[in-house]
C-alpha cells in the first residue's frame, strides 16, 4: 500500500518567517494530494490541494509544489503568523481505492 | 452550513464495556470515512462507506469493531468489549462522493475516547 513519509515532525519559526514541510509518498498510482491543517481539540481542515498533473499550486500566503519523478511534494509558508500555528498532515490520495493515506504530522510552532 | 457532527466529543468508559460513536455527516455527501488517531500510528482509516454501503473495512483493526451507516444521515462505531489499547481520538470525515470528488474530505470534530 501506500506509505508517506512527512518532515520534520516539529518546527519552530519566528512571526514572519517561512515554514517549509516535506512529504514524500511510494505510491506512483497516487494522483492527488491534500494538505490539512488541525488545531488544537479540533478535526482536520483541508487548506490546499495539488493534483498529480501539476507542478505548484498558490493560495495566498499557502503555497504547494509536487515532484512526480521524485515522489515528493511541499508545503510552503511564508509570512507566517501566530495563528498558523498548529499541526499539519501531508496526505496521498490514490483513484484506484478511494484512500488518503497520511503522513504522521508536522507541529508548527510560529513565535510572536 | 454544519459541519460533519460527532458525538459524544469525550467518552471515558471501562475495560470491557461497549462504546458507540456516532456521526452526522454534511447534507448531500455521499461518503463517509471513520479514521482513529493516536500519537504512535497518527491517522488511520478504519473503514468508508458511500451511498450507505460499506466498501473497504480493511482497516478494521478487530473484530471488537463495527461499523453501520443506516441511511445517509447517520453512521455508527462499535467497539464492543472495548480495550484500553482502542483508547484514541475517532473522527468522522464526508466527502461529495466516489464519483464526484472523493479526495476532498470533511472532518467532523473527533470523540476523544478513554478506556480505563
Known amino acids: 500500500g501506500e506509505n508517506v513519509e512527512q518532515h520534520p515532525s516539529t518546527l519552530s519559526v519566528q512571526e514572519g518567517d517561512s515554514a517549509v514541510i516535506k512529504c514524500t509518498y511510494s505510491d506512483s498510482a497516487s494522483n492527488y494530494f491534500p494538505w490539512y491543517k488541525q488545531e488544537l481539540g479540533k478535526g482536520p481542515q483541508l487548506i490546499i490541494d495539488?493534483?498529480?498533473?501539476?507542478g505548484e499550486k498558490k493560495d495566498q500566503r499557502i503555497a504547494v509544489t509536487l515532484n512526480k519523478t521524485a515522489k515528493h511534494f511541499s508545503l510552503h509558508i511564508t509570512e507566517t503568523q501566530p495563528e498558523d500555528s498548529a499541526v499539519y498532515f501531508c496526505?496521498?490520495?490514490?483513484?484506484?481505492?478511494?484512500?488518503?493515506?497520511f503522513g504522521k504530522g508536522t507541529l508548527l510552532t510560529v513565535n510572536p | 452550513d454544519a459541519g460533519v457532527i460527532q458525538s459524544p466529543r469525550h467518552e471515558v468508559t471501562e475495560m470491557g464495556q461497549e462504546v458507540t460513536l456516532r456521526c452526522k455527516p454534511i447534507?448531500?455527501?455521499?461518503?463517509l470515512f471513520w479514521y482513529r488517531q493516536t500519537m504512535m500510528r497518527g491517522l488511520e482509516l478504519l473503514i468508508y462507506f458511500n451511498n450507505n454501503v460499506p466498501i473497504d473495512d480493511s482497516g478494521m483493526p478487530e473484530d471488537r469493531f463495527s461499523a453501520k451507516m443506516p441511511n445517509a444521515s447517520f453512521s455508527t462505531l462499535k467497539i464492543q468489549p472495548s480495550e484500553p489499547r482502542d483508547s484514541a481520538v475517532y473522527f468522522c470525515?464526508?466527502?461529495?462522493?466516489?464519483?464526484?470528488?472523493?479526495?476532498?474530505?470533511?472532518f467532523g470534530p473527533g470523540t476523544r475516547l478513554t478506556v480505563t
Open positions: 447534507s448531500g455527501h455521499n461518503s
Open positions: 496526505a496521498a490520495y490514490r483513484r484506484s481505492n478511494y484512500k488518503l493515506t
Open positions: 470525515a464526508s466527502s461529495p462522493g466516489l464519483a464526484v470528488a472523493p479526495y476532498e474530505q470533511y
Open positions: 495539488i493534483r498529480s498533473n501539476v
